[in-house]
């Protein structure tokens, strides 16, 4: 089967238009085992289509049967031990309550904890007979309401899992905490030498801090897409039919609503400007700090700060549909992938609970019958069950995925799935578009030769227009300081140009009468003619992109629908390989010829027919002005008029992997050395709960060095 009828044959195959998704937010979900459980369980009901998991929001997405309500969803859901609720309010909305709670328990469990060290270093001091039993028994006050407060997340997931028979990875630490608690209770009791009041503790207090970590990195790139959403404005002036104005709240305005946005304010939604020439600041949203004129026919979107005079913006998206809120939906559906490194988690994981009890076990047993007795054998088997707790295998891969999604979105690279990374780490060949992926895709206007007469009439015919190239010549035009011309009876002809009066003058804008070469418009004045010349730049930061790309060892070539003279052009001006009039077919057979001779390849493009190339390439990212199809089947979208994110991208994901690889050899390293010490009794419970706790700070740690590879 050729690729083109395998598109269409997975098309065919795909789920009915008429499913529903839906999302539900899952805040038990805590390692890689519980991706899959969820994932796996809910495929398999009638009436799922898919579901996908958001490991990073602790959120999954149902695609199911509109017969199959939330309320059976959520049953499903709690029948594979976690509890949730679906998203109905704003799903970009998100709420810290659990990072909360987590940050609540931890100051209880580390106030705990260093009390019951302090009277521990007495005890291990030497302290004996009426004053070690005092310390115990002030540890027991201390330890009990601590335990009790502090252990509610891992005890309350563990019973939800155990309530339907399922285990978890907080079963075994319940378990853990819980006999080592008892175990001290016990020796307390009867005046026992040692108890373990501080390793419960201690081991609660690691636990709740690599869960507070992790929750607060999670939080971080939602808190920073809801700081961008929030410098929307909250309100705006909508003209009335009777010609006054109303301030409406953003919630209230609709499309087709006509606002004016007075100077110094930001935009409540996006639009198309009406009436009014000049600059507005949108770094927001593209990043570039150069204030980017506007006037008639220019997309402005919300967000947007208006800097100069007054305009009038006629409303076509609001709120969930504005160009901001789509970049954080993006965002937010960037979940947990399905990578190979996820899949490698995954199986650790389902291993772990009958792994470690197993373990546990056989530990008491094999101690039990070498005469050790039942207090020792006890003890090394809550040793192991605490040792051995798969946290930093957990979290060897997400951890270092949001790290780097969040470093990428900073500098304009938004990463839509986390084995984007994996797959952007292999590529070793780049593929590129040229209009509107080379190029900006926006014809520039020389206007250097033109009289200030002349630039005035050619502002006030071109700002009546939408066309390209119509824009094109307005914001060049803008950019110089051009005043437009009052002008009468403007009226454009679709395909042949614009014709207008001024004081009475014929003045033409449109196609030349003549041949031309290249992009170029005529404007005539009476009898006066002269031609504007246009033409598609290249981005700025093109050929040192295209440099980076080189350095780590990946050729770059162009295929382009435009024609084979122009693609050439660019070509030749970046020193590449280059053929154009392909069509989206011959993109398609390409890659797939890549693919079948061992090649990688990360396809860069924006049109409509980029879109089958996109989604069979290796890899694949789009720039933020591309289609919706474009954005769509990319893994990742670009910002701003800058190429350079498409090599960061690379490079930040291949340092992603180098993380995740050395996470993965850790986590492995301590469990290979840290499980044998405990089954020889040679890890007391206190060693146990700092060993297990701090490995998983270690991959948390190693995975915050991310954070620098942007720069």
């Known amino acids: ?219 971080r790139t939602r808190d920073g897409i809801g700081a961008l959403l929030g410098r929307m404005g909250r309100s705006a002036s909508v003209i009335q039919p009777d010609g006054s104005t109303r301030r409406f709240e953003v919630e209230d305005i609709r499309p087709g609503m006509m606002m004016i946005v ?15 020439v000049g600059s507005i600041d949108n770094s927001m949203l593209t990043g570039e700090s150069v204030p980017e004129p506007v006037s008639a026919g220019s997309v402005v979107h919300a967000g947007a700060v208006n800097l100069f005079e007054p305009l009038h913006v006629r409303v076509t998206a609001v709120q969930d549909d504005t160009a901001i809120a789509e970049i954080a939906r993006l965002m937010d559906e960037a979940g947990q992938s399905r990578s190979r490194y996820v899949r490698i988690a995954d199986r650790a994981s389902r291993l772990y609970a009958p792994a470690v009890h197993t373990l546990a076990a056989l530990a008491f047993v094999g101690w039990m019958i070498a005469g050790a007795g039942w207090h020792q054998s006890l003890v090394i088997a809550i040793a192991v069950l605490i040792i051995t707790c798969p946290c930093a295998m957990g979290l060897a891969v997400p951890a270092a995925q949001v790290v780097a999604s969040n470093a990428l979105i ?33 014809p520039r206007a020389d206007v250097n030769g033109l009289s200030e007469t002349h630039s005035s009439i050619a502002l006030g015919l071109a700002q009546t227009s939408r066309h390209p ?23 454009e002809a679709p395909g042949s140009g614009i014709t207008g009066e ?118 694949s990212i789009a720039p933020g002005t591309a289609s919706d199809a474009s954005q769509q089947a990319a893994d990742a979208v670009f910002i701003g008029e800058k190429m350079m994110p498409v090599a960061l991208a690379v490079r930040v994901a291949r340092a992603t992997m180098r993380i995740v690889r050395q996470n993965f050899a850790f986590a492995i390293g301590y469990n290979v050395l840290a499980v044998p010490l405990a089954l020889a ?13 701090l490995s998983s700070l270690v991959v948390v740690a190693n995975s915050l060095r991310l954070a620098r590879s942007t720069r």
């Not at 809910?42 to 579901?51: F, M, W």
């Not at 041949?515 to 246009?534: D, P």
């Not at 020193?575 to 693919?595: C, H, N, T, Y």
Request: hydrophobic share 50%; charged share 20%.
């Open 469 to 491: 190239i119509s824009r094109g010549i307005t914001k060049s035009l803008v950019a110089e300081g051009v005043a437009p011309a009052v002008l009468d009876n403007v009226r």
């Open 502 to 619: 001024c004081a009475g003058v014929p003045v033409f804008l449109g196609r030349p009468l003549g041949a031309s070469a290249g992009m170029e418009v005529e404007l005539r004045i009476g009898n006066e003619s002269e031609r504007i010349t246009l033409s598609d730049p290249l981005r700025a930061d093109v050929n040192v992109t295209i440099g980076k790309l080189r350095e780590y060892n990946i050729e770059a070539t162009i295929l382009s629908g435009d024609s084979s003279l122009a693609v050439a052009k660019v070509a030749n001006e970046l020193g590449l390989k280059a053929k154009g009039s392909v069509d989206p077919q011959d993109k398609l057979a390409a890659i797939e010829r890549m693919k079948s001779e061992g090649a990688l390849p990360l396809m860069v493009g924006d049109g409509l027919n980029d879109g089958p190339a996109l989604a069979a390439a290796h890899a």
């Open 262 to 276: 007075a100077a110094g304010e930001a935009l409540a939604a996006d639009g198309a400007v009406e009436r009014g």
């Open 410 to 442: 900073k500098h304009g690279l938004l990463v839509k799935d986390g084995s984007a990374l994996e797959r952007l780490a292999e590529v070793d060949v780049a593929i590129f578009d040229k209009t509107g992926t080379l190029t900006l895709g926006e």
């Open 681 to 693: 009794g040679l890890v007391t419970p206190l060693i146990a709960a700092v060993a297990m706790s």
């Open 1 to 219: 089967m050729n690729a083109v009828a395998r598109i269409v044959a997975e098309s065919a195959d795909a789920p009915s238009s008429k499913a529903v998704d839906t999302r539900f937010t899952v805040p038990g979900m805590r390692c890689a085992g519980c991706i899959a459980k969820i994932e796996r369980g809910l495929s398999k009901i009638e009436g799922v289509d898919a579901a996908r998991v958001n490991f990073s929001a602790k959120r999954v997405a149902v695609r199911h049967n509109p017969a199959l309500d939330d309320e059976a969803l959520v049953g499903e859901l709690r029948k594979l031990g976690f509890e949730a609720q679906p998203v109905l309010a704003n799903p970009l909305a998100h709420d810290d309550k659990e990072a909360r709670q987590l940050l609540r328990a931890l100051a209880v469990a580390g106030f705990g904890m260093m009390n019951i060290m302090l009277l521990s270093v007495s005890v291990w001091s030497g302290a004996g007979g009426v004053t070690r039993d005092l310390f115990h028994w002030l540890s027991a006050l201390i330890a009990l309401p601590v335990v009790a407060y502090s252990g509610r997340p891992f005890f309350s997931s563990a019973l939800m899992a155990l309530r339907y028979r399922r285990t978890n990875m907080d079963v075994p630490i319940s378990i853990g905490v819980l006999l080592a608690t008892a175990l001290s209770i016990y020796e307390t009791l009867v005046g026992g030498e040692h108890a373990y009041f501080d390793g419960a503790v201690m081991l609660l207090f690691f636990l709740l801090a690599g869960r507070a970590l992790d929750a607060t990195m999670r939080n």
